[in-house]
């Protein structure tokens, strides 16, 4: 039974530009939520889909977005990319009332 | 807005001795607590959680926590570590109507293990 997979596992983007980071769920459940986990702190929640829509929201710019696809696959892009977006984003996916079980993460260096 | 502190940035202790970490939340309602660990260069593997019921929950890896509401605190332990325990532990508190909703994790404890 496969986990969460995240790819790609590393990037390396300039400033401006604009990356898509991929994600696909536990298999059985239907929730993803995206974290931004800077070096050294926490992780911080971005957003949630469900039913491929955007359910919660954590206090990002418009540059986050994302979407979820009908197969509970989903993808997290960022635009105009920032030295402060350097970091590494956690993809997490659940159930209704089962706790988040989380990816490996991508590693997103900004130049 | 709910919110959790680890006061312990680095936590060092020798091989075969106890742990705590400690962990303190803000929360208005019944919280939903977590604990997570995150070795070098991976994702977070959770170690247990609360949601109701006893506060003594047991984890896996020989952990468990105690949930102390007059405290608001949930710190986890650890009769005797291992060598491999060493990695960052996280502590999150998630909204009590869905578990599966957005969580709000402390800073860290980097723990390190003394041979």
């Known amino acids: 039974d496969a986990g969460v997979t995240q790819s790609p596992t590393h990037l390396i983007k300039t400033r401006g530009q604009q990356v898509t980071l991929r994600c696909s769920p536990k298999?059985?459940?239907?929730?993803v939520s995206w974290y931004q986990q800077a070096l050294g702190q926490g992780p911080q929640f971005i957003f949630q889909y469900y039913e491929e829509e955007e359910r919660q929201r954590g206090n990002f710019p418009d540059r986050f977005s994302g979407h979820q696809f009908p197969n509970y696959s989903s993808e997290l892009n960022v635009n105009a990319l920032l030295l402060g977006d350097s970091a590494l984003y956690l993809c997490?996916?659940?159930?209704?009332?089962?706790?988040?079980?989380f990816g490996d993460g991508t590693r997103l260096s900004i130049l | 807005a709910q919110s959790v502190t680890q006061p312990d940035i680095h936590i060092t202790v020798s091989e075969g001795a106890s742990l705590e970490l400690r962990c303190n939340y803000s929360y208005g309602a019944t919280p939903y607590l977590f604990w997570y660990v995150q070795s070098p260069g991976q994702g977070l593997q959770l170690l247990l959680k609360?949601?109701?019921?006893?506060?003594l929950v047991q984890g896996i890896k020989g952990f468990e926590a105690e949930f102390k509401r007059s405290q608001s605190s949930f710190n986890l332990r650890k009769p005797s570590v291992h060598w491999s325990d060493a990695a960052e532990y996280f502590c999150?508190?998630?909204?009590?109507?869905?578990?599966?909703?957005?969580?709000?994790f402390g800073g860290g404890t980097r723990l390190m293990v003394k041979p």
């Open positions: 609360y949601f109701s019921g006893d506060t």
């Open positions: 298999s059985g459940h239907d929730t």
């Open positions: 997490a996916s659940s159930i209704k009332n089962q706790p988040q079980h």
């Open positions: 999150a508190v998630g909204e009590s109507d869905n578990a599966g909703n957005m969580l709000t």
